[in-house]
């Protein structure tokens, strides 16, 4: 067994497409609609892991508190990495957002962004 795919509902697919593209190396494999939908995909991929991007015509926001790990929910998207500080330097000098690496008790180094429509990510690299 294995995680086939993961979803996530953009504001702008294409914005949030180009930037998992730009900055952890996803491959754009297909896009799509469904008759009476008013929406769309986009799905990306990086390596056995596929990565959907919906984006619909009625949004609704709604925003759980993210840092509140009782609070039942996807808390974020780890994305392992040669090294975080490497990684941390490149996307800092992009001026993403980002913060500053820590060392882990179960990693070697780990740090967390958001991604455009502020869906957190760690940055984690193994020991």
Same mark, same amino acid.
Not at 60 to 77: F, S, Y
């Given at each position: ?20 593209? #730009?900055? %952890?190396? +996803? ?10 939908? /008013?929406?769309?995909? !986009?799905? @990306? ?6 990565? #959907?991007? %919906?984006? +619909? ?10 840092? /509140?790990?009782?609070? !039942?929910? @996807? ?6 990495? #040669? ?45």
């Amino acid at each position: 067994m294995r995680i086939h795919h993961i979803v996530i509902s953009a504001k702008d697919s294409e914005i949030s497409a180009k930037f998992y593209k #730009e900055n %952890f190396g +996803f491959e754009e494999i297909n896009r799509f609609t469904k008759p009476g939908w /008013d929406g769309s995909a !986009i799905i @990306l991929q990086l390596n056995d892991l596929q990565f #959907e991007i %919906f984006q +619909f015509q009625d949004q609704i926001e709604k925003r759980d508190d993210l840092t /509140d790990l009782k609070v !039942i929910g @996807l808390k974020h998207i780890g994305i392992q990495v #040669e090294s975080v500080k490497e990684k941390y330097e490149e996307l800092k000098n992009k001026n993403i957002n980002i913060d500053e690496p820590k060392k882990g008790t179960t990693c070697a180094w780990f740090c967390f962004m958001r991604d455009p429509d502020e869906i957190p990510i760690e940055l984690y690299e193994s020991l």
